[in-house]
């Protein structure tokens, strides 16, 4: 499985963007998505999650309300909407893919990820 993830952009604080993680080479609806983020000097940390379904979604308490996931099977692509934008959410956002044998599931922990996108940088000035 490849997940490659895009949208990143250098943007000012209250402004959207919209990340984009491509999944390609195995069954989309085999799959939860998961994204993550990394700034300079932190650990990883998870940011949303998607079931392989698109039924269910899991946020960090840092986004919700501000950001969403969504997913479009057709596309083999999972979304994730960032609105309100605030320096703290500079990173690179991380997609990755976790094979799950029933729906409505998901991990907030990166380690139980096999499958990882290369990032996209978002940079948020305030």
């Known amino acids: 499985v490849q997940l490659q993830a895009s949208g990143g952009g250098l943007v000012q604080a209250g402004d959207s963007l919209r990340l984009s993680c491509a999944v390609s080479?195995?069954?989309?609806?085999?799959?939860?998505v998961g994204w993550f983020r990394q700034a300079p000097g932190k650990e990883r940390e998870f940011v949303s999650a998607i079931s392989r379904s698109g039924g269910s979604t899991d946020f960090a308490d840092s986004v919700k309300g501000r950001f969403t996931i969504s997913s479009d099977s057709a596309k083999g692509t999972v979304y994730l909407q960032l609105t309100d934008l605030r320096s703290e959410d500079t990173a690179i956002y991380y997609c990755a893919a976790r094979e799950e044998p029933y729906d409505n599931t998901w991990c907030a922990a990166g380690g139980e990820y096999r499958h990882w996108g290369r990032g996209t940088q978002v940079t948020v000035s305030s």
């Open positions: 080479g195995g069954t989309f609806s085999s799959y939860s």
